[in-house]
Nanobody
C-alpha cells in the first residue's frame, strides 16, 4: 500500500489544519493507520491512530485538540488538528499496519512521505 500525506503548512498559533493520508494500491479498511510526528531534534512520536474497527488512540499531549477519522469510501484517513501550538511544529507522517494497534512506529510497515506543519507564535 502506498500512502500520501498532505495538508501541512504554515499557520499561526490557535489555527486549525486537516491533514490527509490517502492510500493507493490497497484499501485501508483492514489496516491500523497511525499519524506520527517528528520535530527537529526530537524522536518520532505517535500522535493518533485508528484501527480497522474505528477505535481511536491519542497521545495525551494532543487528545483534547486532535481528531483522527477515516473515510473508507475515499480511502483516506484524516487528522483534524485544532488550537495548534508552536510545539506542534513537526513533520507529520501517516503509517499503516495490519492487525492490532501498536503505538511504536517500528510496528508499522508502510509509511507516507511526511507533510510539514509549522505553527508560528
Amino acid at each position: 500500500v502506498q500512502l500520501q500525506a498532505s495538508g501541512g503548512g504554515l499557520v499561526q498559533a490557535g489555527d486549525s489544519l486537516r491533514l490527509s493520508c490517502e492510500a493507493s494500491g490497497r484499501t485501508l479498511i483492514s489496516y491500523v493507520i497511525g499519524w506520527f510526528r517528528q520535530a527537529p531534534g526530537k524522536q518520532r512520536e505517535l500522535v493518533a491512530a485508528i484501527t480497522s474497527g474505528d477505535t481511536t488512540n491519542y497521545a495525551d499531549s494532543v487528545k483534547d485538540r486532535i481528531t483522527i477519522s477515516r473515510d473508507n469510501v475515499k480511502n483516506i484517513v484524516y487528522l483534524e488538528m485544532n488550537s495548534l501550538k508552536p510545539e506542534d511544529t513537526a513533520v507529520y507522517y501517516c503509517a499503516a499496519r495490519r492487525g492490532i494497534y501498536f503505538a511504536a512506529g517500528s510496528a508499522y510497515d508502510y509509511w507516507g512521505q511526511g507533510t510539514l506543519v509549522t505553527v508560528s507564535s
